[in-house]
């Protein structure tokens, strides 16, 4: 019985190389690219490609730039003087709209008019709050020069 499955197993082994070996004979070879094309005879051809997607790009962000303002809600008649965090999300925002001011309320889900001022407060343009880091630099780097000049 062991000499049978011995001689089905040989045969099978036999008969699977036979076959595989016939199958892969049948195959045709891979074809290759031809030798005549090389990267450097398309190379102009994926420089244009790259310039117009730029320019794609270019003009998009030209176009977003240009028609952002599509409301017409903003102009110069129109500013925030000032605003303060009152919590996480709230805000009160003191604006100016032609010659009226506004104290106007804002959170995440609503706006609401707080006061309309009868008199104009006088708000005085200044310079950010936050130039303590631009400040501190530059007397570092004037420093920093001196030290260089001597």
């Known amino acids: 019985m062991i000499v049978f499955v011995r001689k089905i197993c040989q045969v099978g082994v ?3 190389a036979w ?5 892969y004979a049948a195959v045709p070879e891979p074809t290759t690219l031809s030798k005549g094309i090389e990267p450097t005879s398309y190379f ?14 270019f003009a998009g962000a ?5 028609l952002g303002k ?3 809600l903003v102009s110069k008649d129109m500013r925030v003087l000032g605003n303060m965090a009152v919590g996480q999300r709230e805000r009160i925002l003191l604006l100016q709209v032609g010659k009226e001011q506004l104290l106007i309320g804002v959170t995440s889900s609503r706006i609401s008019l707080l006061h309309e001022l009868k008199e104009p407060i006088d708000v005085q ?26």
């Open 14 to 16: 036999f008969a699977f």
């Open 19 to 23: 076959f595989s070996a016939n199958v």
């Open 70 to 72: 599509v409301n017409g």
């Open 62 to 66: 030209w176009m977003l730039k240009r």
């Open 125 to 150: 343009e200044s310079a950010p709050m936050n130039n303590a880091f631009a400040q501190r630099l530059q007397e570092a780097l004037a420093n920093r020069k001196k030290l260089e000049n001597d």
């Open 44 to 57: 102009g051809q994926i420089l244009v490609s790259l310039a117009f997607i730029i320019l794609v790009i």
